[in-house]
């Protein structure tokens, strides 16, 4: 039996319905289960109700366990709130995780992480990111890390944040000028490399897998692209890091959902890319294309 956390999140949702359709039923950890029971299929999943900062929801959680997917993290577009903190969700929460699956004899966590983590400044959100990592390899538990590019697909938080920009704004900024490099990369080939690890265990163990889209897009690209699919014209204006990251503390004060938070800004401080062969070469599939996509669904 797998256990999902954040089964309810983005990529955990589109893993538990691949599960389903291969008749495969999962456990998923949920915070508010009549949420879950709307976005999941509930007749083939298993909720367990509950928190990666609370012990006694995971011990249930774990019981009869095998392999757990680690997918409850808070995610950098997210504004830390009360009860909500970068540290607390993705340090202490994959902490907890690990002890409990420790304590109930789980074999194996597969982490998914993003690209760029690094030993950041201390209680900066790729820290936390990288000390999520850390914790997990120093386990002792076999564990499988998967670092994706940004993501595209339906409903994909990433495109979302720009295309409700786009519908919004006269005047799209490019951050950092518009230079950082993305790799996008399609929602369902992430759950098949997930699938993948999860089918073959003894040759993915001990391993962190950087995983992208088949092209590199500068952010500048990716507006256009986005622009053109959504026959939009808007005016580009590069906008220093240093003043979108003034602009990001302002809306993180002021507003609950802001458009871009700090943490997000990290983002844009290197390229978000890896090999573009990553994927065919390990897991033998060729990954959907993000024009491609856009021709034939739109953003
Ligand atoms: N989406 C992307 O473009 C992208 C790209 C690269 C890497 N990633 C990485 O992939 C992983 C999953 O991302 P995602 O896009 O699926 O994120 P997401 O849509 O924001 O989902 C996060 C999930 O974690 C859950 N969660 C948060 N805090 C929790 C806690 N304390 N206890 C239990 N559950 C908790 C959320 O539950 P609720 O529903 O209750 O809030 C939700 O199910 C993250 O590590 C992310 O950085 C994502």
Known sequence: MILITGATGYIGRHLVSRLAEQGERSRCLVR???RAAQILPTD???????DTLNATALQTAVHGIDTIVHAAFMTA?????VGNHYENTNVRGTENVIKAA?????????EISGLGTRADKPGSYMQGRYLAEQTLKDSGLDWTIIQPSVLFGKGSPFIKGLTDLIRSAPVVPLIGGGKTMFQPIYVEDVVSVIMKVLEDPTRTSRKTYTIGG???????????LLLGTMHKTRIKAPAPTLLVGVGAAVMEAVLPKPPITKAAMTLFSFDNITDKQSIERDFGFKPVSFTDYLRQHGV
């Open 77 to 81: 577009d997210r504004k830390e709130s």
């Open 102 to 110: 420790k304590e109930a004899g789980v074999k194996r966590i597969v």
């Open 214 to 224: 088949p092209e590199y897009y500068s952010f500048s690209q990716v507006i256009d």
């Open 44 to 50: 083939k999943v298993e909720l367990v109700q509950g």
């Open 32 to 34: 508010d289960p009549k």
